[in-house]
């Protein structure tokens, strides 16, 4: 079996940041052990990460619901570096898209983007991938939504959720949920 490694949004502003999600450091440290311990396991590896602009309409400054977080070239917006120098090192080629990047669209699937979900696309046919294990952060959130939206795309099967490694803000209710309904 050909797999691919699917970590959302590890980045700063999650862990300690602007929208820190309960657990996620642990979560993220835990996640660079893992990610050692099954090198070369992953034919690649697929990042995705948060990329704001100041005037993203999510923001409860500019009306939204949510604090500013993961601006553009701000360090929030940064990809954990333990986790991301481990992922560099690693067998298996590394990828990262940005999602959210349009002031007017909320992206919390990394799907929605359509360059990221395009090039997904692409990896998946070029590596010959048969399994997607996906983490990140949160959970109950951008993780839910990825998932979901990959199995609509590639189905059920292509999906393993590591949850040891998926921190949310409602403790997990929500994706434990999820993957009942969907896989």
């Known amino acids: 079996m050909r797999k691919a490694l699917m970590i959302i949004d590890p980045q700063i ?11 996620a450091l642990e979560a993220m440290k835990e996640l660079v052990n893992y990610v050692r311990n099954t ?14 602009p100041s005037d993203h309409f999510s923001f409860t400054v500019n009306g939204g619901q949510w604090p500013v977080h993961c601006l553009q070239n701000d360090r929030g917006a940064e990809i954990y570096q333990p986790l991301h120098d481990e992922l560099l090192i690693s067998k298996g080629k590394l990828f990262i898209f940005n999602k ?11 799907f929605k983007n359509k360059y990221a979900s395009e090039s997904v696309d692409k990896l998946i046919k ?3 991938i048969d399994r997607i294990d996906i983490c990140g952060i949160a959970g109950d959130l951008c993780v ?17 959720v590591l949850l040891p490694y998926t921190p949310s803000f409602d403790g997990g209710i929500m994706l434990r949920e999820t993957i009942k309904r969907v896989l």
Do not use: Q
């Not at 502003?13 to 657990?23: E, H, L, T």
């Not at 959210?100 to 990394?110: T, W």
């Open 39 to 52: 090198d070369g396991k992953y034919v690649c590896k697929i990042v995705s990460a948060v990329w704001h």
């Open 144 to 160: 839910c939504d990825t998932l979901v939206d990959g199995v609509e795309r590639y189905g059920k099967d292509m999906f393993n």
């Open 100 to 110: 959210g990047d349009s002031s007017d669209r909320e992206e919390y699937s990394l």
């Open 13 to 23: 502003d999650f862990i300690s940041g602007s929208m820190p999600v309960f657990g």
């Open 126 to 128: 070029e590596f010959e």
